[in-house]
């Protein structure tokens, strides 16, 4: 087995919506391959922290466990303009 097998975690995710013509609900199931151990949630949140709790068992390089503690950037709107083009 090599190292990046030895380091693995595998998880099926399955995630789906609930619609009101108030609001939406996400809801879903994640399941840690290895072991069978699942949850289900409403929250998509849910899933980092379900996954975080394997990954804290695991020796993975440092890069990777900052993808799991970092924040996402902020969605933006509209597409970047290039400073060569100019609106019409």
Known sequence: MNQF???TE????????????????WNGQIT???SGE??????????????KAYLKKQTFPQ???RFFHATPPPATDSPTQSADKKPA
């Open 5 to 7: 097998e030895e380091s």
């Open 10 to 25: 595998s998880f099926v995710v399955k995630i789906w919506a609930d619609e009101t013509a108030e609001s939406t609900q």
């Open 32 to 34: 840690h391959v290895t």
């Open 38 to 51: 699942g949850t289900s949630f409403q929250n998509l949140e849910k899933i980092k922290t379900f996954i």
């Open 63 to 65: 890069t990777l466990w």
